[in-house]
């Protein structure tokens, strides 16, 4: 399967040098755009890898109002194994985000996962619902359309996720996350899964982050899994 990665890598390139041009463009303005571009030693996604077990690179473009609202689109290479022709995982978002208090916040969603290339078998799109509360984070994503029939993918519509976080700040600046979620499935088995992340903001040189994602199903693989990252934002 051809790799992604020269390509992900010029197109981090090119979206770190308009974000950078737009921006200074809209220095006073209630407008930001922002790009960012990362290396992962596993794509995982909700406790299950993306990459077959193998490394990624990653990028994306985000534009934000002051208003609360956002929307961008993001790209890693895939690769499913098991004879799929999926390569390449580009993400279509756009949310809104409300304070409710000094403390509060309410957040609306929408996401389209698209993989060029497989004829819309495995695509699919979700909108989400979620709530926050200083360091806590509570959530639902609902899968409302997905692509061809594909008995290879386990998306389709009316499936739940169920989700939950935190964020911490350690001594030294370092930053702590912990995730949990539930995938109610209308035809896969469902999953539970759950992970941690240790990360360090090293100033112009980017974010590293080691990370725990782990995984409880009859039909999964529920070995633990250790994946190191870097994040570098413009």
């Known amino acids: 399967m051809k790799s992604l990665f020269p390509i992900a890598g010029a197109a981090g390139v090119l979206l770190a040098a308009s974000a950078g041009t737009i921006n200074q463009a809209l220095a006073d303005s209630p407008h930001s755009i922002t790009a960012n571009i990362g290396v992962v030693s596993n794509y995982v996604w909700r406790g299950v890898t993306q990459t077959d077990d193998k490394p990624a690179v990653q990028g994306g473009l985000d534009y934000a109002h002051e208003s609360g609202f956002s929307a961008g689109t993001w790209l890693s290479n895939v690769d499913f194994g098991a004879g799929g022709d999926e390569s390449v ?7 809104y985000d409300f304070s409710l208090g000094e403390d509060l916040s309410l957040g609306l969603s929408t996401i389209y996962y698209a993989y060029p290339g497989d004829n819309l078998e495995a695509d699919f799109w979700e909108i989400g619902i979620s709530g926050g509360y200083k ?5 639902i994503q609902y899968t409302v359309w997905n692509g061809e029939d594909n008995d ?3 998306f389709e519509q009316g499936d739940l996720y ?23 499935f209308e035809t896969a088995e469902d999953y539970t899964n759950w992970g941690v992340s240790i990360s360090k903001a090293a ?5 590293f982050s080691l990370n725990y994602d782990q995984i409880d ?7 633990p899994r250790f994946w190191v990252g870097w994040l570098k934002e413009f």
């Open 152 to 154: 290879d993918f386990a």
């Open 89 to 95: 995982e580009v993400d279509f978002y756009a949310g």
């Open 162 to 184: 169920y989700h939950g976080g935190a964020e911490f700040e350690l001594p030294y600046e370092i930053g702590l996350g912990l995730r949990l979620g539930y995938y109610d």
């Open 135 to 139: 360091w806590f984070t509570l959530g």
């Open 203 to 207: 100033g112009d040189f980017g974010t």
């Open 217 to 223: 199903g009859d039909d999964y693989d529920t070995d």
